[in-house]
């Protein structure tokens, strides 16, 4: 059992010992610990914020939430899909405040990053904050193609390079996300089966950017988008749909 105490600092109650996660009732003193303890359907929940970055590999029969509990987290979280995509594998990273000023990566989520570790599955991110001054970050981004079911929702970036910069996922669905005062909005890249839906975009150059050679399709709806160019379509070499 945990054997917990509080104490009184400077006028506010805090936990002694202090510790950076738990799943369910039990504790950990460290984060990776969590993350080395964690069983399918788990969730663990960031207590503290946190200054590093941060590695979850993916698994058959694998689908756990990582919860920041709106802490703040300054650093990177990577997925690693193991160059497998396992179609029974899921992360869900809810509830973060990512600050992206000072990290030593390019984005605050990498999915992947090289051939050994793509190819990740089924990640969704929710309820997540992006924020950044300036605008070289991105919130969420994938490197080398054959990812497979991105879900981003209710999320917000600001000061950001963009919110999205992904290539050939196959399954990207953006619902209910606010982008202002950042470079670009979402980039697609060769994705297909794509949905967008609800939320603002309002950024200093393209608000969504696809590329057209894979037989696209992509659905943008009730999405209100302010920027030099709204919605770019580049690269056509095939025939591909995007409905309004």
């Not at 400077?10 to 984060?31: C, E, F, M, N």
């Not at 709106?70 to 990512?98: H, M, P, Q, R």
């Not at 030593?104 to 950044?132: P, Q």
């Amino acid at each position: 059992a945990n054997n917990d105490i509080t104490v009184i600092v400077d006028g506010d109650l805090v936990l002694w010992p202090k510790y950076q996660a738990k799943i369910g009732d039990t504790k950990y003193k460290y984060l990776a610990d969590a993350m080395k303890n964690v069983k399918n359907g788990e969730t663990i929940t960031l207590m503290e914020n946190y200054e590093g970055d941060i590695t979850f590999v993916q698994a058959p029969d694998m689908k756990i939430t990582f919860d920041g509990d709106n802490k703040e987290f300054k650093g990177t979280i990577t997925v690693d899909g193991k160059s497998a995509a396992y179609a029974t594998a899921g992360l869900t990273i809810k509830n973060v405040k990512f600050l992206a000023d000072g990290i030593t990566k390019d984005a605050s989520i990498n999915l992947g990053g090289s051939n050994a570790i793509r190819y990740t599955s089924n990640v969704t991110v929710e309820g997540c904050t992006f924020t950044g001054t300036n605008k070289d970050k991105v919130g969420i981004k994938s490197y080398t193609g054959g990812d497979k079911n991105l879900t981003i929702t209710n999320c917000f970036a600001t000061g950001m390079h963009s919110l999205a910069q992904v290539k050939n996922v196959t399954g990207v669905t953006v619902s209910g996300c606010t982008i202002d005062n950042s470079k670009n909005g979402i980039a697609l890249g060769q994705s297909t089966n794509v949905a967008i839906n609800g939320g603002t975009i309002e950024v200093d150059g393209y608000g969504i950017r696809m590329d057209a050679q894979y037989n696209n399709n992509a659905v943008i709806e009730n999405t209100k988008i302010k920027a030099f160019i709204p919605v770019v379509v580049r690269k056509a070499s095939v025939d591909s749909n995007v409905t309004f």
